[in-house]
């Protein structure tokens, strides 16, 4: 069996600075170009025969992909880990400085003192969905603020007419741009079979969630690991509830951790304001928090994560959305039969 050795890599644009503990001797830090022979290169410096590694470096996007893939590939243990883990670890060490050469070491030190969560590399279809899906969130907030925009514009007459023209080309540019990536992401899910019968599982919620808000929750769910459990998915997305209480005197109000996938719970949101006033399921279990006492907010998040459980339920039977296995409408009230006394006293 090989030994093990760990290391921490801080992930920059241009730069990964590598940090590596073999044989229970510290390296002297390594820099490489976040390219791919700057990855090969990291590889060969990793590499040792009859010994692995278990190699750390936080979640940043794309830019640690395509070296977690190459670390994955070259068959060392990677781990992704949570951003703000790391963060709260670094605070636990007393550090008071941060730069690239101590987020290396910290990620060293987490990768030998943290539970080891493999990363686990998705598919193609999958990740080329979840870039398409990313690019879309963030043309639909543009669309939104250059909506904002034209109709300030609108209101005064004072607005000079090229900056109306320019804000009309703008959003005509991006109504394109939507609709054409919207098309892509189409092709890709209908190329892609498991894709196919999520998306197609998905859009089975009727009055809730329509083509659009399916292939925003589907980017983003494609990309997790196929393990979690469905309370591992409300995690994921943010939407547990965080305690904060202290003895007699410290009772915060209970809220939601967000830490987690913001872009989820984003896609998460409208198809649930939209469940609130369509789906009679989940909006009778709305209306029955409301009864109970609970705020408007409070209320739709639990929607919110009540319709993930759903997904995640739907996902792992591959049986479309039951509305009763999601919360059970009350019975309608009726009266009782009169018996004959009752009858001849009328």
């Not at 278990?54 to 992704?80: H, I, K, N, P, W």
């Not at 907030?141 to 034209?150: N, P, V």
């Not at 007459?157 to 054409?180: G, K, N, Q």
Request: proline fraction near 5%; charge should be positive; include cysteine.
């Amino acid at each position: 069996m090989d030994k093990l050795d760990f290391s921490g890599v801080e992930v920059g644009a241009e730069e990964l600075v590598v940090s590596l503990e073999r044989e229970g001797q510290r390296k002297a830090l390594k820099t490489f170009a976040n390219q791919p022979p700057g990855h090969q290169a990291m590889v060969r410096h990793l590499r040792c025969p009859g010994r692995n590694v278990r190699v750390c470096l936080e979640s940043t996007g794309v830019y640690g992909l395509d070296l977690a893939l190459a670390l994955a590939r070259a068959g060392f243990q990677v781990m992704v880990a949570n951003p703000r883990a790391v963060r709260h670890f670094a605070t636990a060490l007393m550090l008071r400085s941060k730069n690239d050469r101590l987020d290396a070491l910290v990620l060293l030190e987490f990768a030998m003192r943290m539970p080891f969560q493999a990363w686990v590399p998705p598919r193609p279809a999958a990740l080329q969905l979840h870039a398409v899906g990313r690019r879309l969130e963030a043309l639909t907030q543009m669309q939104a603020a250059e909506k904002s925009r034209w109709h300030a514009a609108q209101a005064t007459d004072t607005t000079p007419p090229a900056l109306r023209r320019d804000l009309e080309r703008s959003l005509r540019s991006i109504r394109r741009a939507l609709v054409r990536l919207s098309g892509e992401a189409v092709k890709i899910i209908e190329r892609d079979p498991a894709l196919k019968l999520r998306f197609d599982l998905l859009v089975s919620v009727h009055g809730s969630i329509a083509a659009t808000s399916a292939i925003q929750i589907l980017a983003e769910l494609a990309v997790v690991s196929e393990g979690l459990d469905a309370r591992q998915h409300v995690a994921y997305a943010g939407l547990d509830p965080r305690e904060c209480s202290s003895g007699t005197s410290v009772h915060k109000k209970v809220r939601i951790s967000k830490a987690g996938n913001a872009h989820l719970r984003r896609a998460l949101y409208m198809p649930a304001l939209v469940a609130i006033r369509r789906q009679p399921h989940l909006r009778a279990y709305y209306q029955h928090l409301r009864d109970r006492g609970k705020l408007k907010m409070v209320a739709l998040i639990a929607v919110m994560r009540k319709l993930l459980h759903a997904i995640y339920g739907m996902f792992k039977h591959q049986q479309p959305f039951d509305g009763s296995k999601v919360y059970r409408l009350p019975r309608p009230h009726t009266s009782a039969p009169l018996n004959s006394a009752q009858e001849v006293a009328a």
